[in-house]
Nanobody, 122 residues
Framework: QVQLVESGGGLVQAGGSLRLSCAAS????????MGWFRQAPGKEREFVAG????????YEVASVKGRFTISRDNAKNTVYLQMDSLKPEDTAVYYC???????????????WGQGTQVTVSS
């Protein structure tokens, strides 16, 4: 079992920045690829960014590439999502999740956090 707890969400103006954190406990953190997903009201949960277990491979979707950066600190069992140049359309609940391999589909992830709300005002 892996327990995931997100933090760092909040209300920010367009153009601002937030850094989300996801603290993991339980089984060996370095063995899991980590992903960030988001879900806006009335929409499907969508993949935002992912990182391999060792941190050597990252992937961000086109809509956030150049604005969001995923990273991890395996010594702290924590994965981060640095979000810059935020837009109102980034408003959503953001979730972190753990998978055996880096993937973009929610079904590949076995463990999920409870989510943290990000609201970007115009």
């Amino acid at each position: 079992q892996v327990q995931l707890v997100e933090s760092g969400g909040g209300l920010v103006q367009a153009g601002g920045s937030l850094r989300l954190s996801c603290a993991a406990s339980g089984r060996t953190f370095v063995g899991y690829a980590m992903g960030w997903f988001r879900q806006a009201p009335g929409k499907e949960r969508e993949f935002v960014a992912g990182i391999s277990g060792g941190g050597g491979t990252t992937y961000e979707v086109a809509s956030v590439k150049g604005r969001f950066t995923i990273s991890r600190d395996n010594a702290k069992n924590t994965v981060y999502l640095q979000m810059d140049s935020l837009k109102p359309e980034d408003t959503a609940v953001y979730y972190c999740a753990a998978a055996n391999n880096l993937a973009v589909v929610p079904g590949a992830y076995h463990y999920w956090g409870q989510g943290t709300q990000v609201t970007v005002s115009s």
